[in-house]
């Protein structure tokens, strides 16, 4: 993992609607102190990228209501990487005309099955993260608030793994060997 808390936010997008969402999404990730956030597209992304994160986003625009093709073969192919996903806090978004919240529930049936922990499903939203057209100020304003979220549960998995690994019990007291 980073030193930092840090946000991955996968995407794909052909003209440019679902780009804008992630990046307004990273936007809100990143503003978080001590944290960082960085956006790639799902064919430059590779499994240390993943290992490297404490918080993911998924995002892609509808086609015939499911995920793009080249989100799919990410997860297809980073499928022997699944404990890299486990238990880390994850967004999924999308973009459509009006299907969108297909492609979202095609993401998240794919994540739950890498173990992760949907963040939106306690506090963001219903229905993941969607948006219809180009992002207006509302849409915007919603994914740079579901960003700093995201982050901040990222934030508290980071504190929870380096307790882990440090080998320090709930109360502060090292385990004796
Ligand atoms: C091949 C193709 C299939 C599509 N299928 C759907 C669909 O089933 N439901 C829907 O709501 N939008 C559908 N759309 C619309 C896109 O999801 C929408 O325009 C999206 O915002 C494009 O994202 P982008 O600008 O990031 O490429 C489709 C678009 C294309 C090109």
Request: proline share 3%; hydrophobic share 40%; with cysteine.
């Amino acid at each position: 993992m980073a030193d930092k808390p840090f946000t991955l936010v996968i995407f794909t997008s052909m003209s440019g609607h679902t780009e804008a969402l992630a990046r307004a999404i990273a936007e809100g990730a990143g503003s978080l102190r001590n944290t960082t956030a960085e956006v790639k597209r799902a064919r430059d992304v590779t499994p240390d990228d993943i290992g490297r994160a404490s918080a993911l986003a998924f995002g892609s625009p509808t086609y015939f209501s499911y995920m793009s093709g080249e989100l799919k073969m990410l997860f297809d192919e980073f499928l022997p990487y699944k404990e890299r996903f486990q238990g880390k806090p994850v967004i999924a978004f999308a973009t459509g005309e009006g299907g969108q919240s297909k492609c979202i529930e095609s993401i998240e049936g794919i994540l739950e099955s890498f173990g992760v922990d949907m963040v939106h499903r306690s506090d963001i939203l219903t229905a993941g993260l969607a948006v219809q057209g180009m992002l207006d100020q509302k849409a915007k304003n919603e994914a740079v608030n579901a960003g700093k979220k995201l982050a901040d549960a990222g934030v508290c998995f980071a504190c929870r793994k380096a307790t882990e690994e440090q080998g320090v019990t709930i109360g502060g007291e090292k385990p004796t060997m």
